[in-house]
């Protein structure tokens, strides 16, 4: 895509735009949610061509007509959304932070999240939310930390010496004979 499309993209995303981060719970998931990224693009339904085009030139997304007369095209998935970000990021003004702050998030998934990271990530969405004019979310960070603690994948935090989950450590005992002891420590099932 050359730079004026680019630039037009941005400006589209900046005026008629969002960039949307959404917590889904999801049963499959190890961790209990899904962190849904999307791109949304508004337009009258009498100018759905204008969306149809844009379709075209992204290859991906959907078009919907919704009520009132208006249409969006939605672009779902990290891969799909992140290359959308990337294409206009040189050039958005109002939804540079939005971009910035979103291809950090997404950029967390380049490796394997561990439970501790993932809570992290979800928190990072609740404040992502601030920067749009979006509705109260129903599902939001503590409803994922609760979920963690409940599986009790989330370990608390201690400042004491690090324990390996399993040891073996010789002791000396009166009469000159040693003997193994193992310590194991256990994550918190809430």
Known sequence: MHDAARAYLAGFLDGYGSIIFQLVRRKDYVYGFQIRASVCFYQ???HRAGL??????????YIRDRAGSMSDYTIVGWSA??????????????????GARALDIMSRF???????EFLETAQLV?????????KRKHIDAVC?????????LLVPVTTEAFVPR???TATSTNNGKSSATITRQL???G
């Not at 990337?86 to 109002?94: A, G, K, R, S, Y």
């Not at 380049?110 to 501790?116: A, F, G, N, Q």
């Open 44 to 46: 009258s339904t009498r």
């Open 52 to 61: 149809e085009c844009l379709k075209q030139q992204l290859g991906c997304g």
């Open 81 to 98: 959304v992140k290359r959308v970000l990337e294409l206009v990021q040189p050039f958005v003004v109002f939804k540079r932070e939005q």
């Open 110 to 116: 380049d490796e394997k999240l561990t439970p501790r």
């Open 126 to 134: 609740d404040a992502f939310a601030t920067l749009n004019y979006s």
């Open 144 to 152: 994922v930390e609760e979920f963690l603690h409940g599986k009790g």
């Open 166 to 168: 399993s040891s073996a």
């Open 187 to 189: 994550p918190e099932t």
